[in-house]
């Protein structure tokens, strides 16, 4: 009977740490190698402008406007 209370702890604490591990990781991809005005889309793809508001107001003069769904684009 010990043997299988220690065996389930074993069992539930790597999941537990499984669950860590791809928690953190997930958000360290969606961060770089897109350039100065870039991010990354729903799909992981690197497109261009409308999240970076200091980008957008060293450019044009203003932030960037929102245009829905939780998008902001940098309108020129």
Not at 9 to 23: D, E, M, N, P, R
Not at 28 to 45: I, V
């Amino acid at each position: 009977m010990k043997l299988v209370k220690s065996l389930r702890t074993v069992v539930l604490l790597g999941v537990v740490i499984g669950a860590t591990t791809l928690s953190s990781v997930a958000p360290t991809f969606a961060l770089g190698a897109c350039g100065r005005n870039g991010h990354r889309n729903p799909w992981g793809n690197c497109v261009w402008g409308g999240q970076n508001q200091s980008w957008c107001l060293r450019q044009t003069g203003h932030t960037a406007t929102y245009v829905g769904n939780g998008v902001y684009r940098c309108l020129r």
